[in-house]
């Protein structure tokens, strides 16, 4: 396993990190335990999850399956950089949601029961909340660190600007700030490269993709539709229908390559020079196997460049649209 800092910190995380939002919602207990310890064997160190993660089985599930895992023993926390998120409503009364410095507080002891640990190392706002101020913000999360109960935050879906006002912000008060952004970044959804990327670059964030396979449609989804393997909500056969032509073009690549497409737009994301992290989200111990692959792809620049061919690039802004 390869690893880099979490943005400007000293915090070693994995190249891959292992995303959990299907464990309780599509993937049982065990066998999500079963995954979490084999990423660890494999040396997977970062997990993500999210207070709302549990699909049917509720909001909350997919933390109380992480904490039961760490339950178990074996260092499984010591070992596990452990990132969550709050934003989202888990209740309907008012204040259970967004990023007051009442819910702050709320969610974060509400994660840990659930998570079973007295500390969560990297705490992501899953939104930007336009109507709670940077100050409120950072003197809750100040709060938190100085408790001991969060050690850096992020930031996920926010605009490049939001981490700029973010990072002006931290900086008046003297603290640290946003070290990690989550963003939706893969080749058919390029578009935080005008601003976001750049934003973060610049003020020392680590970028972590999620949807770094397009919910699939960068896996061989012109193959799998034809050989009757694989079904689509309406929205994504729109965008397979949509994409066709683009899509076969990268499933041609691959196979010229001698790759998975999947392991292949995997790879490729490690290939970005803002990209700290892919977020896999394996359902299956088979597709976790497969997401490891990736790490073992080197793409030339002229691999790069015929992928830009398929998939278009976004300059920097404004260069991308003006001079």
Not at 171 to 190: K, M, P
Not at 262 to 288: K, M, N, S
């Amino acid at each position: 396993m390869e690893y880099t800092n979490l943005g400007r910190t000293g915090l070693s995380v994995s190249r891959l990190c292992l995303g959990t939002m299907n464990f309780g919602s599509q993937t049982d207990e065990a066998t999500s335990h079963g995954i979490m310890d084999e990423a660890l064997d494999k040396g997977i160190n970062f997990f993500d999850t999210a207070n709302v993660y549990g699909g049917a089985a509720g909001k909350g599930r997919t933390e109380e399956i992480i904490g039961d895992w760490f339950a178990s023993g074996g260092n499984r926390r010591e070992r596990t950089v452990l990132a969550t998120k709050l934003y989202g409503a888990t209740g309907d009364w008012p204040n259970e949601g967004k990023l007051s410095a009442l819910n702050v507080r709320r969610a974060i002891d509400a994660s840990l029961r659930r998570l079973q640990t007295d500390y969560v190392d990297l705490y992501q706002f899953h939104h930007v909340d336009r109507a709670t101020p940077w100050e409120e913000l950072w003197q809750a999360c100040e709060t938190l660190v100085a408790q001991g109960k969060v050690l850096y935050f992020g930031s996920s879906n926010f605009a490049g600007w939001h981490l700029a006002v973010a990072q002006a912000e931290a900086a008046r008060r003297n603290f640290l700030g946003l070290v990690a952004e989550q963003s939706h970044y893969n080749l058919l959804t390029r578009e935080v490269e005008l601003e976001v990327l750049p934003s973060a670059q610049a003020h020392g964030i680590g970028v972590i993709p999620w949807s770094p396979l397009a919910s699939g449609l960068l896996g061989g989804a012109v193959r799998g539709q034809r050989e009757g393997k694989r079904r689509y909500s309406d929205f994504l056969a729109k965008t397979l229908e949509k994409r066709r032509e683009q899509l076969g073009q990268w499933e041609d690549f691959a196979e010229k390559l001698g790759h998975e497409p999947g392991d292949l737009a995997l790879a490729w994301l490690l290939h970005q020079p803002a990209v700290t992290a892919p977020i896999i989200g394996p359902r299956t111990a088979e597709q976790f196997a497969g997401a490891l692959k990736s790490l073992e792809i080197t793409l030339s620049a002229e691999d790069l460049a015929a992928i830009d061919e398929i998939f278009p690039a976004y300059k920097t802004a404004p260069e991308h649209y003006a001079w």
